[in-house]
């Protein structure tokens, strides 16, 4: 089974600070996603990541970055967190582009509250 | 603009009793998949859908496609508590790699 491990549960932050959201995936997936979760709002695309060093923007970039060093791992930055940051933060990965029908899996989430 | 609608949001049922949650989109796809997510947990893939006509059962639950209503339904047969979860639908639309997720809908299961 695909593993997708995100670092932490549960986050509290402070507004102005910088947070390191974590993501690792066993599978040796190409793909790899970050959502955040919202009551009423479904998933939004945040960023995504077809391959190391490379990055795409989702629906919502704006006041987040990322980061794909190694194919494994893909990590969500908040550059200055605010309040309206507090969500719930879910990556994901897929196969590869080529097998471009594969679901996507998910994390546990990381639960960030921004005070 | 890419929308993907689920209804009903909310949907409280007896077990025993069937039902379908729908999901509309709003533009052409070619593939659209059907993920669940229990309380405090990630999200799980349930069905993946290809084409036109695509029908996919898996116990209790049958997924179909009809891309020319731009729409899928999710059927739950003799519901059971164990299938008190959210249910979330997806869409890839034509030449955009990113899925698009309707709002969800909160299943709750009364004895």
């Known amino acids: 089974d695909v593993k997708v491990t995100q670092s932490s549960r549960y986050l509290v932050k402070r507004t102005g600070e910088k947070v390191f959201l974590e993501c690792v995936q066993d599978m040796d997936h190409e793909n790899m996603f970050w959502y955040r979760q919202d009551p009423g709002l479904g998933l939004r695309l945040i960023y995504f990541?077809?391959?190391?060093?490379?990055?795409e923007k989702g629906d919502i970039p704006e006041g987040y970055s990322v980061s794909r060093e190694k194919k494994e791992r893909f990590s969500l930055i908040l550059e200055s967190a605010s309040t309206n940051q507090t969500s719930m933060y879910l990556c994901a990965s897929s196969l590869s582009q080529d097998s471009w029908y594969s679901p996507l899996h998910f994390g546990n989430g990381t639960r960030l509250t921004v005070t | 603009e890419l929308k993907v609608e689920q209804n009903p949001l909310f949907l409280s049922m007896q077990e025993g009793k069937n039902y379908t949650i729908y999901c509309n989109y709003s533009t052409t796809s070619d593939r659209l998949y059907w993920y669940r997510q229990d309380p405090g947990k990630s999200l799980e893939s349930l069905f993946v859908?290809?084409?036109?006509?695509a029908v996919k059962q898996e116990g209790r639950l049958m997924a179909s496609l009809d891309t020319k209503a731009r729409l899928s339904t999710l059927h739950i047969t003799a519901a059971v508590h164990d299938l008190s979860a959210t249910y979330f639908c997806a869409v890839a639309f034509f030449g955009n790699e990113k899925l698009t997720f309707g709002t969800g809908t909160r299943l709750t299961i009364i004895p």
């Open positions: 990541s077809y391959d190391v060093k490379m990055k």
């Open positions: 859908l290809l084409s036109n006509g």
